[in-house]
Every structure is written in structure tokens, then in C-alpha cells.
């Protein structure tokens, strides 16, 4: 597509439910990336997919939070037993694998868990 | 552990005057800088890499500096206009591994208007 797609834009959950976030890159772009950005706080590296390589989930704040990428394009991330503190808009982005091109983000994914 | 700070969260200034914005590190030896512009309720968008061996990019009204002596790089947004006003973010990436992907530790912005 044109550019990055994330859905849905806005999700209010109560605490305990699970969620599912969803990222459609843009195609042929190798790398994705998620994110997670609160009020106040900087851009939290979550998880990042290259290609067929085992994705690094170095930032996936506990277990509860996990994400795969099906087909090498679309990528969902998942947070089973939502909490409060999960609340925060979610971003996906993609890119084309050099530091000379930047990343391009989707709009992100507000989510409030009530 | 790395840290990333931009001077400050917000910055006001008025329009047709420079803006300059910084972006300081520690514990870091970033190949790559990128700056990103992000408006309310959308994803960041890129806008200027400047690379280690590189001393100042340019683009249109936009400048950017990197001293990785100082560990800092300057953002520069030369005759502002109000259009310009949004948080923008400093973001640091290491040396190319050419395995196709590349990770970005962001600072946590700063928010520029630019008055009328």
C-alpha cells in the first residue's frame, strides 16, 4: 500500500480482556517495527521483525505481549490480561532495511484499558 | 545504560526566527542520527539522516549537525513559519549490520510552536 496501515485506530478495553493490534507495511519493506508511546514518554521499542529471521523481542515489556508476522507483510500484536499501564498509543513502522532511509509509521493505535 | 535528551520539551518561538533544536547522548556511539517530525495523533515522519563522519546536512529551511565529539546534534528550522509547529524527535541507530534492519532509540521530543 502507500503507506503504513494500522487498525484498529482507537480501542477501549476493559482490564483483564485481551487485544490484538494490527500493522500492514508497506510492501517490500523487509523490517517492521512496533512501538509504544505514553503521555509524556519517548518512543518504547517493542519488537522488530527482519524478513525470515527470528523476530528480537528484546523490548516486549513481559510476557503477556507477543507479536508475529505472517508472510513476511502483515504483523499483529497481541496483549492477553490487559492492564491499566498497558494504555498508550501503539505504533507500527516499516522500513526498507538501511539507516539511510528512515522508518515510515502507520498512525498508531490508541489504546485505553479501563 | 543509553540515554537520549532533547533540550527540552517545549519551545516557543516566533515566526521567521530560527529554531534550533538539540539533541544530546550518553553511553552511545550512534553511525546513523535521524530527526523525525510528529503531529498530534499521527506517527512520526522522517525527515533528515546525517551520518557520524558527517558534520551538517541540509534540506530546504532544514540544518542538522552531528558532533559525536560533544555527543550532540543540532536541528535547525531557519525562517519558521507556523506550519512548522509539532514535536520533533532525535532518533539513534548503531553501525550497519547489513542484515536488512536496523533499530532506532528515540529521544522523547520537543515540542516547537512557532507564533504568528
Known amino acids: 500500500g502507500a503507506g503504513v496501515s494500522q487498525s484498529p485506530s482507537n480501542k477501549v478495553t476493559e482490564k483483564g480482556k485481551d487485544v490484538e493490534l494490527r500493522c500492514d507495511p508497506i510492501?517490500?519493506?523487509?523490517?517492521l517495527y512496533w512501538y509504544r508511546q505514553s503521555l509524556g514518554q519517548g518512543l518504547e521499542f517493542l519488537i522488530y521483525f527482519q524478513g525470515n529471521s527470528a523476530p528480537d523481542k528484546s523490548g516486549l515489556p513481559s510476557d503477556r505481549f507477543s507479536a508475529e508476522r505472517t508472510g513476511g507483510s502483515v504483523s499483529t500484536l497481541t496483549i492477553q490480561r490487559t492492564q491499566q499501564e498497558d494504555s498508550a498509543v501503539y505504533l507500527c513502522?516499516?522500513?526498507?532495511?538501511?539507516?539511510?532511509?528512515?522508518?515510515?509509521f502507520g498512525s498508531g493505535t490508541r489504546l485505553t484499558v479501563v | 545504560s543509553q540515554k537520549i535528551e532533547q533540550n527540552s520539551e517545549a519551545l516557543n518561538i516566533q515566526e521567521g526566527k530560527t529554531a534550533t533544536l538539540t539533541c544530546n547522548y550518553t553511553?552511545?556511539?550512534?553511525?546513523?542520527l535521524q530527526w523525525y517530525r510528529q503531529d498530534p495523533g499521527r506517527g512520526p515522519v522522517f525527515l533528515l539522516l546525517?551520518?557520524?563522519?558527517?558534520k551538517e546536512k541540509r534540506k530546504e529551511r532544514l540544518k542538522v549537525t552531528f558532533d559525536t565529539t560533544l555527543k550532540q546534534s543540532l536541528f535547525h528550522i531557519t525562517a519558521s513559519q507556523p506550519a512548522d509547529s509539532a514535536t520533533y524527535l532525535c532518533a539513534l541507530a548503531p553501525s550497519y549490520s547489513g542484515a536488512g534492519s536496523y533499530q532506532l532509540t528515540f529521544g522523547k521530543g520537543t515540542k516547537l510552536s512557532v507564533i504568528p
Open positions: 510492501s517490500g519493506h523487509t523490517a
Open positions: 553511553n552511545y556511539s550512534p553511525a546513523y
Open positions: 513502522a516499516s522500513s526498507s532495511g538501511h539507516p539511510n532511509y528512515g522508518y515510515t
Open positions: 546525517i551520518r557520524e563522519n558527517e
